[in-house]
């Protein structure tokens, strides 16, 4: 089983950039794909990016295409989400998940793909 800690979510102000962290525990992230999603009040979760582990291979969300990189650090066995020119629209709770990387669900960004999930880390854009 795979543990998930997401971190660095936090209050920003528009045009601003996070990078949100997610770590893992119980093995490492070697075989699987890991995504990012997030969920606003009153929203149904969203895909945001995924990066698979071995091939380094990302997919975005066209929301956040061209603001938003996913990257991986394979000696700290963290995944990465870089967020710029951040909009009051980002404001959701963030949460990492991790998925086998057969098929292409989870490439697509279809939550159902993803096993594991993290607590979920805040981020607020004002305006």
């Known amino acids: 089983q795979v543990q998930l800690v997401e971190s660095g979510g936090e209050l920003v102000q528009a045009g601003g950039s996070l990078r949100l962290s997610c770590a893992a525990s119980?093995?490492?992230?070697?075989?699987?794909?890991v995504g990012w999603f997030r969920q606003a009040p009153g929203k149904e979760r969203e895909f945001a990016a995924v990066?698979?582990?071995?091939?380094?291979?990302?997919y975005y969300a066209d929301s956040v295409k061209g603001r938003f990189g996913i990257s991986r650090d394979n000696a700290k066995n963290t995944v990465y989400l870089q967020m710029n020119s951040l909009k009051p629209e980002d404001t959701a709770v963030y949460y990492c998940?991790?998925?086998?990387?057969?098929?292409?669900?989870?490439?697509?960004?279809?939550?159902?793909?993803?096993?594991?999930w993290g607590q979920g880390t805040q981020v607020t854009v004002s305006s």
């Open positions: 990066v698979s582990w071995n091939r380094g291979s990302t």
């Open positions: 119980g093995r490492t992230f070697s075989g699987y794909a």
């Open positions: 998940a991790v998925a086998q990387p057969s098929g292409s669900s989870w490439s697509r960004g279809h939550a159902y793909a993803y096993d594991y």
